[in-house]
């Protein structure tokens, strides 16, 4: 069966501190995978997805990044955190995004 | 506008009252809908997904869809306390392999003893 790992679970970080959170994905080859957030009282936003090794699509310009240097593992990356980078961050896989992801635990990041 | 409208709540009801959550859409591109059970502090869990017009029933969950009224909704039977989470409703557009989704902002539900 699929699982994915997603850590740490919680970060605080100070403003103006590198940021790196990994999620790996186990059973599986060639997933689809997304790094959303989640704010308070607010929907999810969809972040990166990518569809390979290498590729990454950016739904919203902003002070992140994201790399997938294999196939089951997606890094999201800040150089310097802002507080508006606080939030809930889930990575997810699918094979077919139509039927649905699978979440991670989640990293609650608070930047203070 | 949003594309997906979800009313936040909250919404508290009695241990086995029968729950109705709503989303509303508005792009007729969307196919495909799926509802997420979220417990706090927790990644969403996928419940129902169907791409259908129509119902679709899970043991105490059920999903309808109206496309023509561009509605969907989760229908819980017998609440339990375990209830307890914010469901989020999520949409996908066909024709693509690595499409995204769409959720809404979720609602949450409490079921009290």
């Known amino acids: 069966s699929q699982t994915i790992h997603q850590w740490p679970a919680t970060l605080v970080q100070p403003v103006g501190s590198p940021l790196s959170l990994e999620c790996t994905v186990e059973?599986?080859?060639?997933?689809?995978l997304y790094w959303y957030r989640q704010a308070a009282g607010r929907g999810l936003q969809l972040l990166f997805y990518?569809?390979?090794?290498?590729?990454i699509s950016s739904e919203v310009p902003q002070n992140l990044s994201a790399s997938r240097p294999q196939d089951r593992q997606f890094i999201l990356s800040s150089k310097k955190l802002l507080l508006s980078d606080s939030g809930f961050y889930l990575c997810?896989?699918?094979?077919?995004?139509?039927?649905?992801?699978?979440f991670g635990s989640g990293t609650r990041l608070t930047v203070v | 506008q949003k594309e997906v409208e979800q009313d936040p709540g909250p919404l508290s009801v009695p241990e086995g009252a029968i729950v109705s959550l709503n989303c509303t859409y508005s792009?007729?591109?969307?196919?495909?809908f799926m509802w997420y059970r979220q417990y706090s502090r927790k990644g969403p869990e996928l419940l129902m997904y169907?791409?259908?017009?129509g119902n679709k029933e899970d043991g105490r969950f059920t999903a309808q869809v109206d496309k023509s009224s561009k509605y969907i909704s989760l229908f819980i039977r017998d609440s339990q306390p375990s209830d307890s989470a914010t469901y989020l409703c999520?949409?996908?557009?066909?024709?693509?392999?690595?499409?995204?989704?769409?959720f809404g902002q979720g609602t949450i539900l409490t079921v009290h003893p």
């Open positions: 999520a949409m996908g557009r066909g024709g693509t392999s690595y499409g995204k989704l769409t």
């Open positions: 990518s569809v390979g090794i290498g590729q």
């Open positions: 169907t791409y259908s017009s």
């Open positions: 997810a896989w699918s094979w077919e995004a139509n039927y649905g992801y699978t």
């Open positions: 792009n007729s591109a969307f196919q495909y």
């Open positions: 059973g599986t080859s060639n997933p689809n």
